[in-house]
């Protein structure tokens, strides 16, 4: 009985690997419905014909978006702790050194960040780098493809996608504590 009135203790690599495999599960598991969605969604007058398979730019833009979401849930050790094994760990995934693995993460935060001006929303940014990220401009009707901006029910229909995305802390806090 107590058992379920304590939270389980993890060590800061145990939380890296709960996130990291949830992230990539989740961009794995997800993916296929998002890309069909994009293809489907009436805000493009021709289909922008994204593969399921095709998910690198969705799975980093999900990655760098939940790690600014850490930088906000952790205080600044605990989540600097936190994120240097994340990155430790992911750039072994991706073949590279955590100096460059690091560097992309920054430059796709740098990416959102400026896609995103002046909002502060990340949701929001993230769905603005998923539209320049796969070059869903050319897909839009002249008046939007002129501005050179996503059509505002799109964004509105993959912020709804985007959230799905997030990792939520709060269940996460009502079950382990660090």
Known sequence: ???????????????ANVFINAIFDSVDN???????????????????????????EFGMIVLVGNL???????????AEKVENIIFDKVSKMYEMDTASFRNLVREYQSFIMRVNHPSKNWIYGMSKAVFHKYNLNEHQDEYFRRMQAP????????????????????????????
């Open 1 to 15: 009985m107590f058992s379920t009135l304590t939270k389980r203790k993890l060590t800061d690599n145990q939380v």
């Open 30 to 56: 997800g993916f296929s419905e998002v890309s069909l969605m994009i293809n489907e969604d009436s805000a493009f007058v021709t289909p922008p014909s994204i593969s399921a398979a095709n998910n690198g």
């Open 68 to 78: 600014s979401f850490l930088e906000s849930t952790f205080d600044a050790d605990q």
């Open 151 to 178: 059509n505002p029910l799109f964004l509105k229909r993959m912020d709804e996608v985007m959230s799905n995305f997030i990792w939520n802390w709060d269940a996460f806090f009502k079950k382990y504590r660090i």
